[in-house]
Structures are given as structure tokens and as C-alpha cells.
């Protein structure tokens, strides 16, 4: 990797990123926070290195981008095998991606139960060999999306000591171990303690819900990755954004103006794939925007079943009623 290639050491700071949640982070769905913040950091969903490896087609639909997702746009591989990462990584820079972001926080069993994901934290020096061996392999550079450890954070700082050794251009960190999942506090106090001991980037993820907790919890930290509350508020990258300059905040946008994002959403996601398919990925986002809507219960029940683009725009219509009856 040259320093040309690293856009980690150019990209302006505090750093935002966009976390990759499988099921979630689809391009449509990447493409409109790039939108929204232009300098938000894209990562895809989780996917496979073997799976990459062998030309899996499914996973390969997984990985596409639109050109507009450039600068900065990663792709997150998880497995265990040395040669597959390496290989996945060719294949990847191929690709024309801006950098490859390795899942050593996936706390899901599927995944921990197979070795990947979170698991590859039992044993940190394996994985800084292995790291190693792909950094020297790949021009693209490779950062880490970690937790504080599996079963606690007692090798947490030497394990990213080991990672920064191996070649890595950054970090994010995930205030939870493998074993708390996402229950409890994300605890940032060791996130913190470790950007004293390191040199390259280090992102703080974890329980970021708003503007003001960003500018609150980044600290002595180079940025922060925000995930699930993106579901809800895709506009809190602008927010944050706007809060690390000093800027006036600005607010969430009113009803209607988030009807048409989603709006924009189907055509974007219909464009990339079909009807059908933005349908179903839509779902899984109006299950988390409809919070907070008046009769939201009755309102998410219909929607987390819709089929047709048709279908939702009934449904859109009874919500813009409600802003005609205020």
C-alpha cells in the first residue's frame, strides 16, 4: 500500500462512518447518506472472503456499488483463511474500491461459531500474522472493524497494537466485547486509552444517537462510526457533521420530506435490482422509521409487508394525512 492509496491519512477529520450492517447497508441505501453527507465513509455489508474466492454470484451482487459511492467507498470481508482474504482482496481491488475493511466484530453465532467474525479476537497474534500477509498482498488499504475482545477487554490494547504492527490503515472499535453483544452501555473508556498508544485513525462505534452524543463521545478519537441509528435518522451524518464544525445543527427533516426519501429509496433500489426485491429490502427500513409516527403500531404492520412500490404509496398517502389534520 502507498500513501497515495491510503485515503485513511487524506480524508478530512473528525472522521464519519457509515456501519456496515448485514441486511442494512445495501448500495441504494449507502448511496443516499452519500447524499445526504457527502463525506461519510461507505462500507458494504459483511461478506464472505471464501464466498468471494469462489465466484459466489449472490455475494458478488453483494459487493456492487454505484459510482457515485466512490470516495470513499470499502468493502468488509469476513472469514478465517489466509489465502482467501488474499485472494478476495485481488478480486476486490479489481473491483476499483477505495479500501477493504476486515469483520473482527461480528458477534453473531453463525458467524463466531464458524471462526469469523468476532472470534478471530481469541487469538490476536494469528490474526495480526494473517493481516500481515494481506496488507503485504494488496495496494488497497485494509482497516479493521473490531470489538473491546470476546469474552473481555483484558488484551484489547496489545491486540491493537498487534493489528497497527501488522499494516492496518485504521481502526474502528465497537465499545461492547463479543459476549455482551449489544445489551448493556458501549463503554468508549478503552477506546480512548488506546488511540494514546496508536498512530493511525481510531473510530469509536457504539450508542452514537445523535449529534450531541458524537461531539461528546469523539474526544481524543479521529471519528465515529454510526450504525443502527441511521436507521432511524438517516440524516444524522449531516447532523454530526454540522456539530463537529460548528455549525447550527440542523433538524430532522418533517414527515414528508422522509416519505420522499424513501421514495427515492424504491426508485433507486428498483433501478438496482427490481420491484420486488426494493420491496422487501424497504421493509426492514420502515420498521425502523415508522417509530415515533402517530399509530405507528398499526402503520408498521402494513408496511413490513408491502409487495408493490403502489401498495406503499397508499400507505405514504394516510401518513400525509396526518400532516393535513395537525
Not at 158 to 181: L, P, V
Not at 252 to 280: G, S
Request: proline share 4%; hydrophobic share 40%; aromatic share 8%.
Amino acid at each position: 500500500m502507498s500513501a497515495d492509496t491510503n485515503f485513511w491519512k487524506q480524508i478530512d477529520q473528525p472522521i464519519l462512518v457509515l456501519a456496515p450492517m448485514s441486511g442494512y447497508t445495501e448500495s441504494p441505501f449507502r448511496r443516499l447518506i452519500k447524499e445526504i453527507e457527502p463525506t461519510t465513509v461507505l462500507v458494504s455489508e459483511l461478506l464472505s472472503a471464501e464466498a468471494l474466492r469462489r465466484g459466489s454470484e449472490k455475494t458478488f451482487r453483494l459487493a456492487a456499488y454505484a459510482p457515485e459511492e466512490k470516495h470513499y467507498y470499502c468493502i468488509q470481508l469476513f472469514g478465517s483463511d489466509e489465502a482467501a482474504f488474499i485472494e478476495a482482496a485481488q478480486i476486490v481491488a479489481d473491483m476499483g474500491v477505495d479500501g477493504i475493511d476486515l469483520n473482527f466484530g461480528c458477534p453473531s453465532p453463525k458467524v463466531v461459531g464458524s471462526g469469523h467474525g468476532s472470534a478471530l479476537l481469541k487469538d490476536s497474534c494469528r490474526s495480526a500474522k494473517m493481516i500481515e500477509a494481506l496488507v503485504k498482498s494488496t495496494p488497497l488499504p485494509v482497516s479493521v472493524k473490531m470489538r473491546l475482545g470476546f469474552y473481555d477487554d483484558s488484551n484489547f490494547i496489545q491486540s491493537c497494537k498487534d493489528f497497527e504492527a501488522a499494516g492496518i490503515a485504521s481502526i474502528a472499535i465497537h465499545g461492547r466485547t463479543t459476549k455482551q453483544k449489544y445489551t448493556g452501555q458501549a463503554d468508549w473508556t478503552k477506546i480512548y486509552q488506546v488511540k494514546e498508544e496508536l498512530n493511525i485513525p481510531v473510530i469509536g462505534n457504539g450508542d452514537v444517537t445523535s449529534a450531541a452524543i458524537a461531539v461528546k463521545k469523539l474526544q481524543n478519537l479521529d471519528g465515529v462510526m454510526i450504525g443502527r441509528a441511521a436507521m432511524r435518522n438517516p440524516w444524522i451524518f449531516a447532523q454530526c457533521r454540522a456539530a463537529f464544525e460548528g455549525r447550527e445543527i440542523p433538524k430532522k427533516p418533517p414527515l414528508a420530506a422522509q416519505l420522499d426519501f424513501f421514495r427515492r429509496h424504491a426508485t433507486l433500489a428498483t433501478d438496482f435490482k427490481n420491484e420486488k426485491w426494493a420491496m422487501i429490502e424497504l421493509r426492514k427500513h420502515f420498521a425502523h422509521f415508522i417509530r415515533g409516527v402517530r399509530s405507528a403500531s398499526q402503520y408498521r404492520d402494513r408496511l413490513i409487508r408491502v409487495e408493490s412500490r403502489a401498495e406503499m404509496e397508499v400507505i405514504f398517502a394516510e401518513l400525509e394525512g396526518q400532516i393535513g389534520q395537525k
